[in-house]
């Protein structure tokens, strides 16, 4: 929620949004650099919204849940971040949050099986502490209990019979 905090050079922030267009919604966040950041945080910010681009390589017809958890989090792991697993993408249509939950973090091979008509959400906050986030008392906004940097990326995607259509695309 936005308060009178001033931004600062240096800092990143991750605005989260949903549209509505006659009454079916999508939802999409992006991290911003504010002014020139750190090498640390550059390399937060490319390796989370990789981390969803390969999430959305297993959004298909005929795989799991559990293959763009996994894609999400080895990625993630890898490059030596750690997975939030507070919050998960979601089925999304009329209702902001509709089953199913898409954790990022988790096995292949598991989980809701993903078929034509699924509108879902794939948004990876990846940290470069420990993966544990608590939430302040506006309700709202995130913060890593460690005070480590946070990014989020994500995109709304629908599961055709053709493939994948990215509905968030800018």
């Not at 906050?125 to 544990?132: A, E, F, K």
Request: aromatic content about 6%; glycine content about 10%; some cysteine.
């Amino acid at each position: 929620m936005p308060d009178e905090t001033p931004l600062r050079e240096g800092d990143i922030v991750t605005i989260d949004m949903v549209v509505n267009i006659d009454g079916w919604l999508a939802d999409s966040a992006w991290t911003y650099p504010v002014g020139t950041i750190s090498s640390e945080a550059c390399r937060l910010l490319d390796a989370t919204r990789e981390s969803l681009y390969r999430g959305i390589a297993q959004a298909k017809a005929g795989n799991r849940v559990g293959d763009i958890s996994h894609a999400i989090q080895s990625y993630a792991e890898g490059q030596g971040y750690s997975v939030v697993r507070q919050f998960v993408g979601h089925g999304i249509g009329r209702r902001m949050h509709e089953d199913p939950q898409i954790p990022h973090f988790g096995k292949p091979n598991q989980g809701v099986l993903l078929k034509p008509g699924m509108v879902i959400t794939i948004e990876p906050m990846l940290n470069t502490g420990d993966y544990r986030v608590k939430i302040d008392d506006d309700g709202w906004t995130a913060r890593t209990v460690d005070g480590s940097l946070s990014a989020q990326y994500e995109h709304t995607v629908a599961i055709t019979e053709e493939g994948l259509l990215i509905l968030t695309e800018q």
